[in-house]
């Protein structure tokens, strides 16, 4: 814990005491210290841990300190947990928003029911905010600014989030009469696991139009750039977006120049001179002459390569797998047959077994595993030995329901400090699929981690290695472990690694499942669904399996329940 997270605590202290109308004193006394702590030159988790007292903080009392204290110790304290629990979740979120107080953030939750900056910014955007009371236009726009700071601070956006919009403005584009063809290029083409900005190609007959159409979109916040051929605006949520205007006889050239990536387009130009020609984001060119550039494949054909899936555009060997027909068939949505990672009720999933069972046979599935934490992590409600028999009991009882489908009794299990798994392995070895996560003491160093990990998936017990980076994308640093050797121990053992399909997730990333599959493990993709609708986050797994270059054999899910069945048993077997 650094200074300026304990200030942000102390700080939320104080605004959740605003809320709660107490002393305006004690207050102020809370704003102070944050601000003292903030400033300090010294860390103050170095002055608990060597067990001196945090005395001379100009203005930081007594029970302040303690709280200082409890706090680098605990990462919170009970005062802090005492004020939250008797607000709406979410609040504290919205009142961290430059612009709006905690008071203003109450009434906002209460009036209009927001509870999160999307939904704020949504209630902005259609002017309900600027009917309440004591609040205006004014208001509004500076309540818009500072989302907009706020995203902007946070950098990249996760593809998930940048999905949401490419769909409302696809559908704003495709209602434009003007428009004849838009396609999204860049990096979201490829689906990268976050997006720096959105690169939209326009083929329009009269661009001038076109673009003040387009600046008639709502969620235009600001116009960063604009000329004949390109205009740059800056949406509300932050978002930056790239429109090209491109003719039609150039519209393949121009997708393939602005998919990228940029390494890719370099050793593609490469190959191009080395016929003479001249490739770029018009065409590909013999001297002047336009030989291809209408659509991409006819590209990749004057090239003698075969067409490129955009996700694998990143020269990581692409182009020469393309000049001797060696790309890799990947994986595709519908070999998917099922899901093994999803949580329920009986730990801290929202819907009930049953609930589960019905969306993923909704989907067309033919197997889903239920995989409820283990007791270490108690936050979440997690299973112990007596609760877990109950819970699988209960899984094979609804399962025995559905025909046709496989509904798998699991658990994801906590590995815990030392590399024991945290059930009785006679419980792990009755469950028909076992999911092994890290989730606490993530800063273990790193020969520390890989025993740990390699100690747990040694056990004969485990069938995955659950998100095994422990990373959540823009908030956590990943694990740290030696990755050949954890591969090499999976492979031996029999282990899958997962895909885990959580947007903020996306672990195993794409360019460590290239190095994995090199050392022969298999991979199985997880939603890690907490709620029914979540099982869609497959999509997301299966961005990161084909930017690896995963085909249908690679991954389980592609199994049938029978052939899954065969190989989990032989697994098994081993024990
Ligand atoms: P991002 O936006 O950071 O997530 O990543 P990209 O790949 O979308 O990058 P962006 O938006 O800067 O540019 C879109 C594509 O345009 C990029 O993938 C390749 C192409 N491009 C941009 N600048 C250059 C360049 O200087 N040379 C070449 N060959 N291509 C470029
Ligand atoms: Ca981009
Ligand atoms: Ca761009
Ligand atoms: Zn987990």
Known sequence: MNNAQIA??????????????????????????????????????????????????????????????????????????ELRAQFPAGLTELMQIPGLGPRRA??????????????????????????????????????????????????????AEAAVHVQQIGEYLSHLPLIVRWEVAGSFRRRAETIGDLDILIEAGDRAAAT????????????????????????????????????????????MYFTGSKPHNIALRRRAQ?????????????????????????????LDLAWIAPELREDRGEIAAAATGKLPKLIEPRDIRGDLHAHTTASDGADDIATMARAARDRGYSFLAITDHSKAVRIANGLDEERLRRHAEEIRRIGATMRGFWLMAGV????????????????????????ASVHSSMALGKDEMTARIIRAVSTGLVDALGHPLGRLIGKREPISFDAEAVFRACREHDVCLEIN?????????????????????????????????????????????????????????????????KRLRRATAKV
């Open 8 to 81: 942000n605590l102390l700080l939320e202290i104080a605004n959740l005491l605003e809320l709660q109308q107490a002393d305006a004193f004690r207050i102020r006394a809370y704003h102070n210290s944050a601000r003292v702590v903030r400033d300090w030159g010294e860390s103050l988790e170095d002055v608990v841990k060597q067990g001196r007292a945090i005395e001379g903080l100009p203005g930081v009392g007594r029970s302040t300190a303690e709280k200082i204290a409890e706090i680098v110790k605990t990462g919170t304290c009970q005062r802090l947990q």
């Open 106 to 159: 109450l009434m906002l939750h209460q009036k209009l029911g927001v509870s999160d900056r999307q939904a704020l910014r949504a209630a902005c955007l259609s002017h309900r905010v600027a009917e309440l009371e004591g609040m205006g236009v004014k208001s509004e726009q500076k309540i818009l600014e500072g989302l907009l700071m706020l995203d902007l601070a946070a950098g990249r956006m996760p593809y």
């Open 212 to 255: 003040k159409e387009i600046l008639k979109y709502n969620l235009v916040a600001n116009v960063i750039g604009q000329g004949a051929e390109r205009l740059s605006v800056r949406l509300s949520s932050g978002l930056q977006v790239d429109f090209r205007f491109v003719e039609a006889d150039s519209f393949g050239a121009a997708l």
């Open 274 to 302: 080395a016929n003479k020609w001249k490739l770029n984001e018009y065409g590909l060119f013999k001297g002047d002459t336009l030989i291809a550039g209408k659509t991409e494949p006819a590209i990749f054909r004057k």
């Open 412 to 435: 994801e299990v906590d590995i815990l400090r030392d590399g024991q798994l945290d059930m009785d392995e006679k419980v792990l070895a009755e469950l028909d699929w076992v999911i």
């Open 501 to 565: 399909a959580q947007p903020d997730r996306l672990d195993l990333p794409d360019s460590l499942c290239i190095q994995a599959r090199q050392a022969g493990v298999k991979f199985c993709l997880g939603t890690d669904a907490h709620r029914a609708d979540e099982l869609r986050f497959m999509e997301f797994g299966l961005n990161v399996a084909r930017r690896a270059w995963l085909t249908a054999g690679d991954v389980i899910n592609t199994l049938s329940p029978m052939q899954l069945r």
